[in-house]
């Protein structure tokens, strides 16, 4: 739970682990604030590096750390569509 609520389930993968390391993959279903760095700190481990790869079903590429792009009438259709 964060802030007295429990947050919606995660898939979590490990991709590769050494010396105490260990890279994680993590799909959020919600993005509360800070979440990944607050639930991997409860749970004892505490984030050293995170990258954002995917916004929605958008991909960021290589969209350098920082920047922003338009979205393509594609991607600005998919994220403003009603669910089906």
């Known amino acids: 739970p964060l802030e007295g609520r429990m947050t919606q389930p995660a898939l979590?993968?490990?991709?590769?682990s050494d010396q105490?390391?260990?890279?994680?993959?993590v799909e959020l279903r919600e993005g509360r604030n800070r979440q990944i760095r607050r639930v991997a700190e409860l749970l004892g481990h505490p984030v050293v590096?995170?990258?954002?790869?995917a916004i929605a079903t958008i991909s960021l590429g290589s969209l350098p750390e920082g920047r922003w792009r338009p979205l393509?009438?594609?991607?600005?259709?998919a994220l403003t569509s009603p669910p089906r």
């Open 20 to 25: 105490g390391h260990t890279l994680l993959e």
């Open 72 to 77: 393509n009438e594609g991607e600005w259709r």
């Open 12 to 16: 979590v993968r490990r991709l590769d």
């Open 49 to 53: 590096d995170l990258q954002r790869t």
